[in-house]
Structures are given as structure tokens and as C-alpha cells.
T-cell receptor, first 114, second 116 residues
Framework: AQSVTQLDSHVSVSEGTPVLLRCNYS??????LFWYVQHPNKGLQLLLK??????LVKGINGFEAEFKKSETSFHLTKPSAHMSDAAEYFC????????????FGSGTQLTVLP | DTGVSQDPRHKITKRGQNVTFRCDPI?????LYWYRQTLGQGPEFLTY????????KSRLLSDRFSAERPKGSFSTLEIQRTEQGDSAMYLC??????????????FGQGTRLTVV
């Protein structure tokens, strides 16, 4: 069985400061891990994915995430927040590779303050 | 191709009525998924097709729900005898893959169902 825990339901940062969204996972197999972003009235968009290559994964819009097997974590970071980053972020695990069945976390709402 | 398309975007229906949603995946994608998202939660897996074959169904998919992908292209999700608890966003996604490998899933904008 696979599961994802997003440790913060809401994160608030000031524009220009770092962003950290925390995610822990549980998987019976070698997992694939993803971060998706959901802006209001828009579809889910893939930010980045980890599929057993480099443990530090770079995504779009300056986001990156590090896979730490010993800590079963896949935290999302960005050095400097932008107003346009305000959205809901989902950490996602799949332990069958590709996207046969994705298990989503409950989401983290990111607010960026001016 | 502009991505995964879902129709309608919004649907309001009375309790007990049947509703049908349509999903058009990215044209070359052989895998298609349905998810359901309720307010404040992440999407939950409902069902998965590889080409026209429905390979996985969640226990969330009660016998009032049926999904088809008759020619391995577009898919429909029907809910019979709708209940207020069915109110949610229904998301469709598609990907390209063989075996255990494949691309990531690309999501449509969803169909928001409200049962009154």
C-alpha cells in the first residue's frame, strides 16, 4: 500500500523568501514521486517528478525537490517565492512506476504575501 | 493538441438523476484515469483504462458508477441515481505508457458536479 502525508495544510510566506512544502511517503515498492500544483479554476499541472534517477529533482518555475529514502521524504523547495506561486500543491506517490495509480496527499495551500 | 479536455465543466443535477461526463485525452495517450476530488482534499483514484480495457477500479467506484472507453479514445463516466455525496470535482487524466514505464499523467480541468 502507498500513502502520502503532507505535513502542513497551509503555508504562508512573504514574496522573495524561501518556500518549503513538506511531504512524507509510504510505499511498498520503489516509488515514483511527483509534485503537482493546482491554481484556482485550472487543471493540475506537474511541477516535477522523481523516478529513481537523481535524488535532487529540478522542476518548472524554479521549484526543486529532494528524495530522501532514509527519511521517506520528498520536500518541495523554492529559493524565492513569487506572487504567482500562490496555489494548492499536492505531493503524489505511485509505487507501480509511471502513473497507473497515483495516491495524492491532502494538499498544502501556499499563500504568498506582498 | 491542447491537452486533456473534459465536458461539461459544471453540472448541477437533482438528486436521483443520472449524469454523464466525457473526457477526451491527449490523442496519442493509451492510458486514461478518472479521479474524484472533494473540497479540501486531494484527488482520489476511481478507475484506470489501458486502451479500451478497464484494468483497475477503486472500491470508491460503487455500482452506481460506470466508466467506458469504447474505442480506446474518449471516455465517459456515468453516475446513476445521484446522491448529494457525489458532489465533487471529477478529474480525468491521461498518459502514455507500456508495462511499468510511462509518462506522467496530464490532467484535465475537471467537471464540477453539484447534486441538489
Amino acid at each position: 500500500a502507498q500513502s502520502v502525508t503532507q505535513l502542513d495544510s497551509h503555508v504562508s510566506v512573504s514574496e522573495g523568501t524561501p518556500v518549503l512544502l513538506r511531504c512524507n511517503y509510504s510505499s511498498s515498492y520503489s516509488p515514483s514521486l511527483f509534485w503537482y500544483v493546482q491554481h484556482p479554476n485550472k487543471g493540475l499541472q506537474l511541477l516535477l517528478k522523481y523516478t529513481s534517477a537523481a535524488t535532487l529533482v529540478k522542476g518548472i518555475n524554479g521549484f526543486e525537490a529532494e528524495f530522501k529514502k532514509s527519511e521517506t521524504s520528498f520536500h518541495l523547495t523554492k529559493p524565492s517565492a513569487h506572487m504567482s506561486d500562490a496555489a494548492e500543491y499536492f505531493c503524489v506517490v505511485s509505487d507501480r512506476g509511471s502513473a497507473r495509480q497515483l495516491t495524492f496527499g491532502s494538499g498544502t495551500q501556499l499563500t504568498v504575501l506582498p | 493538441d491542447t491537452g486533456v479536455s473534459q465536458d461539461p465543466r459544471h453540472k448541477i443535477t437533482k438528486r436521483g438523476q443520472n449524469v454523464t461526463f466525457r473526457c477526451d485525452p491527449i490523442s496519442e495517450h493509451n492510458r486514461l484515469y478518472w479521479y474524484r476530488q472533494t473540497l479540501g482534499q486531494g484527488p482520489e483514484f476511481l478507475t484506470y483504462f489501458q486502451n479500451e480495457a478497464q484494468l483497475e477500479k477503486s472500491r470508491l467506484l460503487s455500482d452506481r458508477f460506470s466508466a467506458e472507453r469504447p474505442k480506446g479514445s474518449f471516455s465517459t463516466l456515468e453516475i446513476q441515481r445521484t446522491e448529494q455525496g457525489d458532489s465533487a470535482m471529477y478529474l480525468c487524466a491521461s498518459s502514455l505508457g507500456q508495462g511499468a514505464s510511462g509518462t506522467e499523467a496530464f490532467f484535465g480541468q475537471g467537471t464540477r458536479l453539484t447534486v441538489v
